[in-house]
């Protein structure tokens, strides 16, 4: 039992890695958007001289960093909640209402990136293009979504069980 118990933790571990990487990532890119819309502003006004390739960037920019920190964001628990009908019940009752809701949203999140992944590898398959300033595959940006989803799902696997299994208030993973 205790080899089980240590490769979880193990596991939560590199988990808890990976996401903490890929919002370090949303956030390098959070100030990368700042940068080059700041550059692209002064250049526009001062020198006449736009940057053309600065709005695709930032759009693109913006879709992957959402799905990079989503899964950040709901580990440290500061997601968007309405928790006025909860706050009612007591903390056995509340913990088991919240496990039961992150199994459901570990299902949504599952089903989300398995159709996300089959689209992505169909715009691979396909070669299918991006073409504004430049032309770039549509599943480099795309292949985001499914990943983001399934972190999405893992991490709300590990919230039920926590909020199941030590009947806490706070997920704490």
Known sequence: MGSIANVIAAANRIIDSIIKYLAYLAAALLVFIAFAITCDVLLRYTFNYPLKWVFEATEYSLL???FLAATW???IDQH???D???TAFKRKTRARINAFTSLVMAAVCLVTAWSSAHFTLYLFQNGITITKYYTIPQFLVFIFIPLGFF???????RRA???YFHQTADPGI
């Open 73 to 75: 964001v709901l580990k």
């Open 80 to 82: 968007v909640k309405l």
């Open 161 to 163: 069980y926590n909020y």
């Open 84 to 86: 006025l009908v909860l």
């Open 151 to 157: 972190l999405l799902f893992i991490q709300s696997l």
């Open 64 to 66: 992957i960093m959402t």
